[in-house]
């Protein structure tokens, strides 16, 4: 253990020294043409939303074929009650809701008007904006269609309700990304060299002949970059509440353990990087290049997932940003419990152990 603490304060040593930056003058751009190009689009669509009918007359149905037919909306199964409606949302399978009551089509008729509800999830404020703007948009062109010619006496109101942000904050959507981005670059852009800049400084014939076996060597390589990112994440945290007035609604122990694991598995990428190749140019090209604009890009941080090919939503299921992202979401800012992200954690605590093993065996205890 004595043996442990000082190759770990070695690291810290080379942490602090190594200042240097790798600028990126062809890849970068080019992914940056290519994804802002054919990916990515402000415009919100295929967004899920729920319907409950209770008036099941001819008008709700009108309305909800028109808001079927549009290409902003993924009409996803009806709901039976309110309770269903919140389940959906801390589910994530639906952003936007619309309550039609019992006597919609009578009340637009005969009374001075006809009210419909509608609850939008706002932990992402814009895309909620854009949603409901859409709705409204649906609901007048419908008013409209009734009678053409001139303006009726009755009137359709929208009631409308925001959900986890009622305030329209919106770095309660940029907070999120930002911990996912630092963790990346702290945790898997620096750890990539790590290995790697040993064999430059030709120092990885004294690890390798050092009674250390590669399990320690990787351990004390990643323990500084795991410290380092907890102090990141309580800064960030501090400034969330402090600066920005956040509210966090969920477990601050289940947030500490979802970092953790996050960062574990951004260590491991970096490790195994560092691993499989011979220059620390290369490693970080790999590292920023394959992590940090994909986690700015594809995780739903920047732009909605649901926008883009399907081609780039496949390569999304393979960031672990995108499920921390999430998790830190569910967490963080709606007051979820783990019940509600067991999913994405099962899939990073997978992608951690498949990491690590991989930068064990790729870990070359005979130089070449």
């Known amino acids: 253990m004595k043996q442990l603490l000082v190759f770990i304060r070695k690291e810290f040593y080379h942490v602090f020294r190594d200042r240097r930056t790798l600028l990126i003058l062809f890849g ?22 729920a319907i409950q009918d ?11 074929s028109k808001i079927q037919s549009s290409p902003y909306f993924k009409m996803q199964k009806p709901v039976l009650n309110y309770k269903d409606v919140e389940k959906r949302f801390k589910e994530g399978s639906i952003k936007c809701a619309v309550i039609f009551p019992a006597n919609f089509g009578e009340d637009l008729y005969h009374t001075d008007g006809a009210q419909i509800q509608i609850i939008a999830d706002t932990s992402d404020p814009n895309t909620a904006t854009i949603l409901t703007n859409y709705l409204n948009a649906i609901i007048t062109d419908y008013q409209q269609q009734l009678n053409p010619n001139i303006k009726p006496n009755y009137k359709i109101i929208p009631e409308l309700r925001q959900l986890y942000n009622e305030e329209q904050n919106g770095s309660m959507n940029f907070i999120p990304g930002v911990i996912a981005l630092i963790f990346m670059i702290v945790s898997t852009a620096l750890t990539s060299v790590a290995v790697v800049r040993e064999k430059e400084m030709g120092t990885m014939e004294i690890l390798l002949v050092s009674p250390f076996k590669p399990v320690m060597v990787l351990i004390a390589k990643a323990i500084p970059y795991l410290v380092l ?3 990141n994440f309580i800064i960030i945290l501090l400034l969330s509440i402090y600066l920005l007035d956040i509210e966090i609604r969920g477990s ?13 598995t951004c260590l491991s990428l970096g490790l195994l990087i560092s691993n499989i190749t011979n220059s620390q140019q290369t490693a970080m090209l790999i590292s920023m290049m394959g992590m940090m604009l994909p986690t700015l890009l594809l995780t739903g941080f920047m732009f909605p997932i649901e926008n883009m090919p399907w081609i780039f939503r496949v390569v999304s299921h393979i960031l672990p940003s995108r499920y921390y992202y ?6 963080m800012l709606k007051g979820l419990g783990f019940s509600y992200v067991w999913k994405e954690t099962l899939i990073l605590s997978g992608m951690a152990v498949v990491l690590l093993t991989l930068a064990l065996k790729k870990f070359k205890i005979r130089l070449s």
């Open 28 to 49: 970068l751009p080019m992914v940056q043409i290519i994804l802002f190009g054919f990916a990515l689009s402000s415009e919100v669509k295929n967004i899920g939303i």
């Open 326 to 331: 999430d998790i830190v979401k569910s967490v």
């Open 54 to 64: 209770n008036a099941h007359d001819i008008q709700s149905e009108q309305i909800i």
């Open 252 to 264: 601050l122990i289940l947030l500490f353990a979802e970092s953790i694991l996050f960062i574990i």
């Open 229 to 231: 990112s907890l102090i």
